[in-house]
């Protein structure tokens, strides 16, 4: 079993920046492909960044790319959300997502991710 805790979020002004943390526990061994979502009041839940297990390859979502950055330290079982010139509609519940299983690409496919974080709050103010 694997269990993923989320840290970092909070309440920033448009334009600001913000970094989230989140750290793997447990089986770790399993983790594959590591993942941002974040879900907004009213809203789907969407993907945000991901990143393989050796952390050269990632996949960003068009409203992050440019803007966010998905890095991976496997010897602290961390990976990390640096958020950068941040709107409003950044605001939403953060969470980060690790998959056990053998998947050669670690795309924002959710299906693909079966460990789920409780997620951080993330609010833009204008």
């Known amino acids: 079993q694997v269990q993923v805790e989320e840290s970092g979020g909070g309440s920033v002004q448009a334009g600001g920046s913000l970094r989230v943390s989140c750290v793997a526990s447990g089986y770790i061994y399993s983790i594959n492909c590591m993942g941002w979502f974040r879900q907004a009041p009213g809203k789907e839940r969407e993907g945000v960044a991901s990143?393989?297990?050796?952390?050269?390859?990632?996949y960003y979502a068009e409203p992050a790319k440019g803007r966010f950055t998905i890095s991976r330290d496997n010897a602290k079982n961390t990976v990390y959300l640096e958020m950068n010139s941040l709107k409003p509609e950044d605001t939403a519940m953060y969470y980060c997502?690790?998959?056990?299983?053998?998947?050669?690409?670690?795309?924002?496919?959710?299906?693909?991710?079966?460990?789920w974080g409780q997620g951080t709050q993330v609010t833009v103010s204008s």
């Open positions: 990143i393989e297990d050796g952390g050269g390859i990632t």
């Open positions: 997502a690790a998959s056990g299983g053998s998947w050669s690409v670690c795309d924002l496919s959710a299906y693909k991710y079966n460990y």
